[in-house]
């Protein structure tokens, strides 16, 4: 047997080495030695990055129900959303410009319900119809304000009860689209594929590797918010509030 000289032989462990960190940055595998990452796996680790978007909006469309936690921004403001969506309609609460409501949206009805801060105008005190603003707010507080269909804030936040218009929008990103490899949710620790449209600056979406493949997180692109989704398919209670906690304010709510 002919002995191989140890500089040979860690000339050769150094080049493995470098062929392993090549293949590990180019394809997003999370190891060498023959380790895939996708064993045990849903297998849509595997795909190309348009059927990994596919198969996720497709698991998200089919799911009965999903909980949607996070930032958009939307129209130059931002709005941190924590809601619960299924087909008839979603809950939960929304917080803007420091003020936080809540959102109900039963069929085609939909109810804000907030505080007499939320209410009142900044400049109630001072305007000549102050005294109308606060009584106004005081009979809103913590009531469900039943939003008229032709009030602009009916179709702004009715969209952010709306699972089928909301996901379809949000699991689309934007450029051309890539693996940008494999990832761990951070919520949950669940296995996942990251795909990025642009190189990430059309956004980026984690696929879940475990069970049906559905959108775990997501970063909006050009900074306009990132958002985790959970609790994929558990129902939750849906129903109208009670006549004694709902106001009907009439063809249009107040400024606010």
Known sequence: M???PQGRTRRRTVLAGAVCALVVTSTGLTGCGGEDPDAGTNGVGKLAADEIQAKAKAAAGAAGAV????TVVAGGRSYKLDMRLKANGGSGTVTAQGSSFQLLRVGEELYLKADAGFWKHEDSQDSEGGGKDTDAADKLDGKYVKVPTGDPSYKKFS??????????????LHGSLGKDGHQEDPASGA???RIS?????????DVALEGQPYPLRLVRAGDAGTL????WGEDFAL???AKDDTVDYGKELPTS
């Open 2 to 4: 002919t002995a191989i």
């Open 67 to 70: 909980r949607l936690a996070g």
């Open 159 to 172: 969209g952010f009860t709306d699972k089928a218009l909301l996901l379809d929008s949000l699991l689309t």
């Open 191 to 193: 296995r996942t594929i």
């Open 197 to 205: 449209g642009g190189g990430g600056s059309g956004g980026t979406l």
């Open 228 to 231: 985790s989704f959970s609790a």
């Open 239 to 241: 129903a109208e509030p």
